[in-house]
């Protein structure tokens, strides 16, 4: 059983899940794109980041984003968590449109390249403050929806913390925890709310070399068969070895997208040849 698996047993089922009032409007799960990107451009003080791009992603897929610094990556990743609008274009999660749908309603958690954790908090606070605002489905209940419990909250928490290999560290201050540390705290504190979709953001970027290797390793222990895991990331040798798709980008579209094997081994666009190359000097 792999890693999200163990997880997904211990917290209720995504049905019982949902907050009903700030649920999502009913979906079609018609297709295998969990999302679908149609036609998006973003255009930043007069200047075009994304210039009409189009992409599909499948439910489950591990797809690793490539492509060098101002091509739109991180961009693109704010637009699917609704971080950002597009200014021309529609993407569907499961089908439907969601470009009206703010962050916290969406199926999406995102780890970014600095951690940004409460500083005031625990370990364990940190990676339980989104647990407590969230409402689960309870037919028994005053209006159909209630909290999580407290024993609740703190089996899903020391699970998270138990997966990203910090079961013993909910008490600790962040401040005390190494940089490797801290950017696991933030991937549970993104797990503990059972996401159909995971987005990192160049995650190992701020760390030194040594604290890269943990951090991916708890990524491509989570690659699992029902979440969709986006991952912007300047490691190669990862991006090549977990990835089911690679999508390589520049200047605000897609270059070329296809198998690592295609990508990485049999690059057809002179773009990618060139950052490849350019990749292996570093
Ligand atoms: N809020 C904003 N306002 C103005 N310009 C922006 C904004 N956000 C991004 N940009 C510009 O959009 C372009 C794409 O930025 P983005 O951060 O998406 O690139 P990236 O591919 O993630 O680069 P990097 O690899 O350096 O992280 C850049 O030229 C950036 O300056
Ligand atoms: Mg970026």
């Given at each position: ?193 059972n996401p159909d979709i995971l987005c990192f953001d ?81």
């Amino acid at each position: 059983m792999n890693v999200l698996d163990k997880i997904k047993g211990i917290l209720p089922k995504k049905e019982n899940a949902v907050e009903p009032e700030i649920a999502p409007a009913p979906v079609s799960k018609k297709g295998e794109n969990i999302i679908e990107i149609k036609g998006i451009t973003k255009v930043f003080d007069g200047v075009t980041v994304l210039d009409d791009l189009s992409l599909g992603i499948k439910r489950g897929q591990f797809v690793t984003l490539l492509g060098p610094s101002g091509c739109g990556k991180t961009t693109l990743l704010r637009l699917i968590a609704g971080f950002e609008t597009p200014t021309e274009g529609e993407i569907y999660i499961e089908g439907t449109p969601i470009t009206s749908i703010p962050p916290f309603k969406r199926p999406v958690n995102t780890v970014f390249q600095k951690y940004a954790l409460f500083p005031h908090l625990n370990v364990f606070k940190n990676v339980a403050f989104g647990l407590k605002l969230k409402k689960v489905a309870d037919p028994t209940a005053k209006n159909g929806v209630r909290k999580y419990t407290k024993a609740e909250i703190e089996e899903k928490v020391n699970n998270a913390l138990k997966l990203v290999g910090l079961a013993d560290y909910g008490h600790r201050d962040v401040n005390s925890l190494s940089g490797g540390q801290q950017q696991r705290v933030a991937i549970a504190r993104a797990l503990v709310m059972n996401p159909d979709i995971l987005c990192f953001d160049e995650p190992t970027s701020a760390l030194d070399p040594e604290l890269t290797g943990e951090v991916l390793k708890v990524i491509r222990e989570l690659k699992s068969g029902d979440t969709t895991m986006v991952v912007v990331t300047h490691e190669m040798e990862f991006a090549e070895d977990v990835a089911d798709k690679v999508i390589f980008m520049a200047n605000g579209v897609i270059e070329e997208a296809g198998t690592p094997e295609a990508v990485f081994k049999n690059p057809k666009s002179e773009k990618t040849k060139a950052f490849l190359a350019s990749r292996k000097n570093v």
